[in-house]
């Protein structure tokens, strides 16, 4: 590895998600050694920039002291042209091919990363593919394309994408992030439920009452408001992210770590998933509160917008392991907090001979992803004293307090470096995206057309209160504390 010329380019340079997600992800990797030694990351957008001018605009969002910032800024270079046509195209290629030809005799990666909208990816990769796909012919060399959501509106959107896309470039050369799966505690899932003995025989429907997936963030769409709208929570956040933690959850143990072992299995699950019912879903929309716009009041939200920010939905797997189990997927912005955790809760213990109250005392396992890291399973102890009397309380695994110091590297930087060691594993294949659609364009379409109700929430609350009918009717009890 350390011998790649490895070339970086960053179609779409000029662009927020450039600027914010991949330079800093880079410059991550290259700060703590992660990058070959022959590394050079070229910038591709249409907007007229000199290097200079791109080093500019980056600098602010990196880390680290100015040495180190100019360090890697130095490898950082701009090419500018138009996405069709192929005059900025054939720029890039001589420019890749002039580096390429000073490292003669090197393997040489070639990663395009595509951080633009999706509606642009057949015009980026056709001329990606037409005029960029000189690679020197020397045994290890490669070119992969990493891109991200929004693949499509719904399953035949995204199927008419990926079938366009697949003409270029073959599902071994495609990166398809879903930056969930760059999360630690959303890899550490793989390891919790495979690698120990305790969660295996518990991991189903005789033990499992229900199981709640929840995102909540704390802010709005603050000036996304434009492109937020045209999707709505259902597609930003539930048909990817948390349907991949639902899979990650429920799936069967693969026959390796070999990455299509484990997303045959992915796929296998999600398939067993009937689509959404409407009488499953709660949808929301916030409102105005305390000096805090309502989602309507952004200006780049067309006026009237029904766009749900807020949606529960519960789902049931049709096979042994968890038939008549509900996962409650829930999803909101401008909420009373920002967490994403997943909830595993346990049936109530049978013949109860302690005092106490065993329907309110139910052991969960719960995992935080954000934020702060943590893992806590909720036992039932006796509580300290002279009575035999029982509570509920909680073994704690916090990652702040039992790993202090040790840095828990963002999604991006971990994905990144998965494409360029060419490892799949948390990349989201086409069948598995197909199967995430099925589960969801039903409903999806039933919300584009007005069809379900959207309940007013005011900014910084719970949420609308159907949605805590939806998780009583799944059988979710709320523990009484200790
Ligand atoms: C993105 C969504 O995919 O994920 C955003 O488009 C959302 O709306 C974001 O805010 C959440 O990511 P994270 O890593 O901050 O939880």
Redesign the pocket.
């Known amino acids: 590895e350390r011998d790649l010329c490895l070339t970086i380019v960053v179609a779409g340079a000029s662009g927020d998600l450039a600027s914010k997600k991949t330079y800093p992800a880079l410059q991550f990797l290259h700060h703590n050694g992660f990058l070959p030694r022959k590394v050079a990351i070229i910038g591709y957008a249409r907007t007229q920039m000199s290097d200079e001018q791109l080093r500019t605009k980056l600098r602010p969002r990196l880390k680290g002291s100015e040495k180190e910032v100019d360090k890697f800024l130095e490898g950082c270079t701009y090419v500018s042209g138009s996405y069709d046509g192929s005059e900025g195209w054939q720029k890039l290629a001589a420019v890749l091919e002039a580096r390429e030809a000073k490292h003669r005799g090197c393997p040489c990666g070639r990663l395009y990363y595509l951080a633009l909208p999706p509606s642009v990816y057949p015009q980026v990769c056709t001329g990606l593919k037409t005029y960029c796909d000189g690679l020197p012919s020397v045994e290890g060399s490669w070119i992969r394309v990493v891109v ?3 693949f499509g509106l719904d399953l035949q959107s995204s199927e008419e994408l990926a079938e366009e896309l697949g003409k270029l470039y073959p599902e071994s050369q495609l990166y398809r992030i ?3 799966l760059g ?1 630690e505690m959303v890899q550490n899932l793989f390891v919790i439920r495979f690698a120990n003995m305790f969660t295996a025989p518990l991991w189903n429907r005789n033990c499992i009452s229900n199981v709640q997936i929840t ?1 909540k ?1 704390d ?1 709005g ?1 603050q000036g ?1 408001g434009g ?2 709208d045209s ?1 709505g ?1 259902v597609r ?2 539930i048909q ?2 948390l349907i991949q933690l639902l899979a990650m959850l429920a799936m069967e143990k693969p026959l390796s770590i070999h990455p299509d072992d484990l997303r045959d299995e992915k796929v296998k699950v999600l398939r067993c998933i009937k689509p959404v019912q409407p009488h499953n879903v709660v949808l929301g929309q916030y409102t105005a509160a305390d000096a805090q716009p309502g989602y309507t009041d952004d200006p780049t939200v067309p006026a009237g917008s029904k766009t749900p920010t807020f949606a529960s939905v519960t789902v049931f797997i049709d096979n042994d392991r968890w038939a008549g189990v509900p996962f409650v997927l829930k999803a909101g ?1 401008a909420l009373n907090e ?1 967490k ?1 955790e997943i909830r595993v809760q346990l049936r109530s213990t049978p013949h109860f001979v302690f005092n106490g109250e065993p329907e309110a005392m139910r052991n969960e396992l719960v995992v935080r ?2 934020p702060d890291e943590a893992i806590y399973l909720k036992l039932i102890v006796k509580k300290p004293g002279l009575e035999i009397d029982t509570a509920i309380s909680e073994l704690d695994l916090d990652y702040r307090q039992r790993y202090p110091g040790v840095v828990i590297p ?2 991006y930087p971990r994905l990144i470096l998965d494409s360029i060691r060419g490892d799949q594993q948390h990349f989201v294949r086409r069948d598995e995206l197909r199967a995430a659609w099925a589960i969801c364009t039903p409903i999806l379409h039933l919300i584009d057309a007005g069809a379900l109700p959207v309940h007013p929430y005011p900014y910084g609350s719970r949420g609308p209160p159907e949605a805590d009918e939806l998780l009583a009717r799944a059988g979710f009890v709320k523990n009484s504390r200790y």
């Open positions: 991200e959501k929004p879903d930056h969930y999360k995102f963030e802010f769409t996304r492109y937020f999707f929570i930003d956040v990817n992210h912005k920002r994403a992803l954000q963002d999604a």
